[in-house]
Nanobody, 122 residues
Framework: QVQLVESGGGLVQAEGSLRLSCAAS????????MGWFRQVPGKEREFVSA????????YYADSVKGRFTISRDNAKNKVYVEMNSLKPEDTAVYYC???????????????WGQGTQVTVSS
């Protein structure tokens, strides 16, 4: 089992920045690729970004490419997403997740956090 806890969400104005963190406990963190997803009420959860076990490789959704940066610190068992130039359409609950595969597919993620709310005001 892997337990994931997100933090860092909040209210920010458009064009502002936030950094989300996800702390992992349980099994060896470095054995998992990590991903960030987001969900707006009434809509399906969507992929945001993913990072490989070592941190060498990353994926981004087109909607966040160039504005969001994912990173991880295996010594601290944490994964981050730095979100810049935020837009109102980035408003969502953001989830981190762990997978044995480096993938965009949320069905491949085995462990999920509870989520953290990000609200971007215009």
């Amino acid at each position: 089992q892997v337990q994931l806890v997100e933090s860092g969400g909040g209210l920010v104005q458009a064009e502002g920045s936030l950094r989300l963190s996800c702390a992992a406990s349980g099994r060896t963190f470095s054995a998992y690729a990590m991903g960030w997803f987001r969900q707006v009420p009434g809509k399906e959860r969507e992929f945001v970004s993913a990072i490989s076990r070592s941190g060498t490789w990353t994926y981004y959704a087109d909607s966040v490419k160039g504005r969001f940066t994912i990173s991880r610190d295996n010594a601290k068992n944490k994964v981050y997403v730095e979100m810049n130039s935020l837009k109102p359409e980035d408003t969502a609950v953001y989830y981190c997740a762990a997978s044995s595969r480096f993938t965009r597919r949320q069905n491949d993620y085995d462990y999920w956090g509870q989520g953290t709310q990000v609200t971007v005001s215009s």
